[in-house]
RNA sequence: GCCCGGGUGGCGGAAUGGCAGACGCGGAGGUCUCAAAAACCUCUGUCCGAAAGGGCGUGUGGGUUCGACUCCCACCCCGGGCACCA
């Protein structure tokens, strides 16, 4: 192997040099031939679940997987160095949109697209080293696993949790599809495209997420391995507020009672006497009964048809200007018996709540703005303390006051006045005043406690072809029919021709079909599934990616299951990761695994961008990890992606660390082949250079080891750097006789272990070829770290002068504070900044410093 | 508006309340060489100083402490998320 390089030559110098591409190919191949990654359930070791998130296959890998890929390997390999029965295994996520544009552009078809481009980006996963599992890969448009995906769908339908229905959805002009909520994002795009969202009524397939809101709100609390952000990220869209649910009866047009009732949520019941008009969303269905043929039909139909025409952005932005119109009708407040306004608004939303609202303008802003411009009421009924109003209404029970000499509404904690019997509680959110106003609402049945989420169901559906397709029929006389299981797969057919723009819906050989319970004439649903279905349990798939019988068997899942530690953009804070914690839940309430919670340790891993920007063709920034590799070797990619920054947070990619990173390796590299020979010449026992090096050794495992324990992998090199550094140092000082010839041994099989899961090939490379170790490096065990050791026996002691460094001090380690105290005072320099001060405290930290206050 | 992150040399970044700037990049000078590359060595926050040495310095202003990048309060700037959610 070795070969003698151009230069060296006439020195008869005969060395190998860092070759990266001979050697993680050749390496590439063994590790492939010896089945090194392959994984199977070990009860007699820990076991270790280690995950990043399932990649689409857009072809070509670019940074930001080389980085979220590059910190799973080290996990990876990490945990295995340490004893653990490692999971790692990789599969595509390959239903999805891009695909079928693909093919279109292409003039192909999204499967040939797509098997195509998993081939390209396995063969660069590949090529950059990463450990996975070759046994357990799984894409999702393989019928072998989504047949299972239907399956789920089935048992999903069995317990209740799927449902079509008909209301308001988002629909995606560009991607002609509708679209989940979660996959609004922004001020209201497409996550995919970032085109701006329409709304559609139609009817729709919705797995009942809304059914777990409250285990997924609270289960966020047995995460602690997750990042706080994420947490509350979700909290905040699983949004649940406490409050209650009142009627008001509705008047009719003569303003007489009429016996209907409309219930409202409010968090704020404490407020309701200071209820001063009534609000119905412009799609609530009782705005056209009401008004239909009376006099206020124009001017209600007009903010109808104005809302209708607001953007999705305008809606939801809050920017657009409240407009509203009064009904005519009235309704009773429950409390007080008055007689308050119905009117219909565009701030009001159908979606969320009962669409409608009691509108108390005294305590909400938008209340109040809206009361200010229709010059309504504005009676105030919690009051601050220290607002002067308080000192003409404390204690006042009726309504005196009908408005307010505030330029705001207040919403925070305060007396409660002109609320009857109530007046002179604490009114606020959660307070006593609401609890006691929902108490008695309750009593008299007019009203109750209530919790809302924010949370809406899954919109699952897509009239897209490349996906996974609904196991359902609908048949003419028995509604909506399961697929039963025993006809699974409904296979995607793949005649489709999508450069035509064909979907299911244009194939009758796929969609006509017989009912499978009377044996009648019915069509098959042509919708797929939201490609996040898929990605919602893969997980799963992989603790038993061959099984042909289930989704995946309970004991298998039971060993590996939950991932310890996942790794993947921020982005899926929502999207993704609720998702699959929802479908996690789902599988245990049904016996699939005890596990409730799918992702024990989550890591969020930052962006990597091109000058302050996210790298995309279409700005072309891009730079290809390929032409990396081509450069300088995986190894040195993957460890410099590493070193760049913590992996949570963003990266700014700079090739010129690049070359850093490679020059590192190569010294390494150097000073390994250089200390490989087992020599046998005795150095001084006591010889201080060598002492410092093996404490440098021991205090760099242990470093290391903590580091990569907690993701600080730029800190993990950079003190591999460190010891390399001393390494050299010690063979530069100490002449060559007098080196210790088995201490540079070990501390070379240290840094090759220490930096085998950055660098695998190189370390394979040094660990087999070179130190002529025994099998792989990537199954060694991780090197063991004696503090003892790495303990100096001499410190370096600071001494400070009110503040100031002034002087150095050397002190055995074990020497006591009181010996170290006068040795510091006894110093020339300490001496001569004390003069003419008296000395007023003296503190000593062990080990650290002598801080010295003295004052005149 | 609300909720999270984050502001440290020329750059990426490091620092259980204890020498700010580890490690790396870049830069300057040097060794080797006919020369260059590579490699190696020295220096590299800033200001004053020939040097010794000293002053200043982690977004801004306060505070706690013998001692603050780190803890507390107020504010400024940057990034992200949420936002008519009743």
Not at 271 to 278: A, D, E, K, Q
Request: include cysteine; glycine fraction near 8%.
């Amino acid at each position: 192997m070795g070969r003698i390089i151009a230069s060296g030559m006439w020195r008869q110098h005969v060395t190998r040099q860092y070759e990266p591409h001979e050697i993680e190919e050749k390496w590439q191949a063994v590790w492939d031939a010896e089945g090194l990654y392959s994984v199977t359930e070990d009860p007699d070791k820990p076991k270790k679940y280690v995950l990043e998130m399932f990649p689409y296959p857009s072809g070509d890998i670019h940074m930001g997987h080389v980085r979220n890929y590059s910190i799973g390997d080290v996990v990876a390999r990490f945990s295995t160095m340490n004893g653990h029965s490692v999971l790692h295994p990789i599969g595509w996520d390959a239903f999805g949109l891009p695909a079928e544009n693909a093919a279109i552009k292409n003039a192909t078809h999204p499967a040939k697209w797509t098997y195509a481009n998993i081939e390209t980006q396995a063969a660069s996963f590949r090529r950059m080293g990463f450990s996975y599992d070759p046994e357990r890969m799984v894409r999702s448009c393989d019928v072998d696993y989504y047949r299972w995906g239907q399956w789920i769908f089935l048992k999903f339908w069995e317990r209740g949790l799927v449902e079509r229905k008909k209301s308001p959805v988002n629909w995606c002009p560009s991607c002609k599809t509708v679209l989940a909520n979660e996959q609004v994002i922004g001020d209201g795009v497409c996550w995919r495209c970032k085109s701006v969202v329409e709304k559609r009524d139609l009817e729709q397939w919705y797995f009942k997420i809304t059914e777990y809101a409250q285990e997924l709100l609270d289960d966020l609390d047995t995460l602690p391995g997750w990042p706080e952000r994420v947490k509350t990220m979700q909290a905040n869209w699983i949004g649940r507020s406490e409050g209650a649910e009142v009627d008001f009866e509705l008047c009719g047009a003569g303003g007489e009672a009429c016996g209907q009732t409309i219930t409202v949520f409010t968090t704020r019941p404490d407020t309701l006497f200071g209820c001063s008009f009534f609000l119905l969303a412009p799609e609530h269905p009782l705005v056209s009964e009401l008004t239909a043929g009376t006099g206020y039909a124009a001017d209600v139909q007009a903010v109808v048809a104005a809302t209708a025409r607001e953007t999705a952005v305008e809606r939801a932005s809050g920017e657009a200007e409240k407009i509203g119109a009064f009904t005519g009708r009235h309704v009773v407040n429950p409390v007080n018996g008055e007689k308050v306004p119905v009117w219909v608004s565009n701030y009001v939303l159908m979606e969320y709540g009962t669409g409608a609202v009691m509108a108390v303008p005294s305590g909400d802003q938008r209340d109040f703005d809206f009361a200010r411009k229709y010059g309504l009421p504005i009676p105030p009924v919690v009051v601050a303390e220290d607002d002067p109003l308080i000192n003409e209404l404390s204690g006042v029970h009726s309504r005196v006051a009908n408005d307010v000499p505030w330029a705001e509404a207040y919403d925070g904690y305060g007396v409660m006045v002109q609320s009857g019997e109530f007046t002179g509680l604490q009114g606020g959110k959660a307070s006593e005043g609401m609890k006691a106003v929902t108490g008695w609402l309750a009593e008299r049945g007019q009203g109750r406690f209530s919790i809302n989420f924010r949370l809406r169901d899954w919109l699952i559906s897509r009239q897209r072809y490349w996906g996974n397709p609904i196991p359902a029929v609908h048949c003419p006389s028995c509604g909506l029919v399961p697929v039963p299981e025993e006809q699974l797969p409904v296979v995607l057919p793949m005649e489709v021709d999508i450069t035509k723009g064909e979907t299911l819906a244009d194939h009758p050989e796929f969609y006509e079909t017989t009912c499978p319970k009377c044996g009648g004439a019915a069509k098959r649903e042509t919708d797929t599934m939201d490609t996040f279905t898929c990605s919602s349990w893969y997980y799963f798939r992989y603790c038993d990616a061959r099984n042909s019988a289930e989704a995946f068997g309970r004991d298998k899942a039971d060993y590996w299951m939950p991932v310890d530690q996942y790794i993947g953009g921020i982005e899926h804070a929502i999207l993704h990761l609720l998702y699959s914690r929802f479908f996690t839940k789902v599988f245990a309430d049904m016996g699939l695994t005890s596990a409730r919670e799918p992702f024990t340790n989550l890591l969020t891993q930052g962006m990597v961008k091109k000058d302050g920007e996210t790298m995309s063709k279409s700005k072309g920034n891009v730079v290809a990890p390929e032409d990396m590799v081509a450069r300088y070797g995986a190894d040195a990619l993957r460890a410099f992606i590493l070193f760049m920054a913590p992996p949570d947070k963003d990266l700014d990619w700079n090739q010129d660390g690049l070359e850093g990173m490679f020059r590192f390796l190569t010294r390494l590299w150097r000073y390994v082949e250089g200390a490989a020979g087992a020599g046998s010449a005795a150095a001084p026992a006591e010889d201080p250079a060598a002492k410092a090096l093996l404490r440098e050794r021991h205090r760099v495992v242990g470093k290391v080891t903590a580091d990569i324990e907690a993701f600080g992998f730029n800190t993990a090199l950079s003190a591999m750097m460190e010891l390399l550094n001393a390494a050299g140092d010690y063979r530069k000082t100490v002449p060559a006789d007098a080196r210790d010839v088995a201490l540079e041994r070990e501390v070379a099989e240290t840094l090759v272990l220490l930096i085998a899961p950055f660098a695998p090939h190189m370390a394979e490379e040094l660990w087999r070829e070179v130190l002529g170790g025994e099998g792989s490096v990537h199954r060694q065990s991780w090197p063991a770290h004696d503090p003892a050791l790495a303990a100096a026996d001499e410190v370096e002691i600071v001494v400070q002068v009110n503040g100031k460094v002034r002087a150095k001090l050397t002190m055995p380690a074990t020497a006591d504070d009181a010996t170290v105290r006068e040795a510091a005072l006894a110093l020339p320099k300490v001496i001569e900044h004390l003069e003419g001060l008296t000395v007023r405290k003296v503190v000593v930290v062990p080990g650290k410093l002598v801080s010295v206050v003295a004052t005149a």
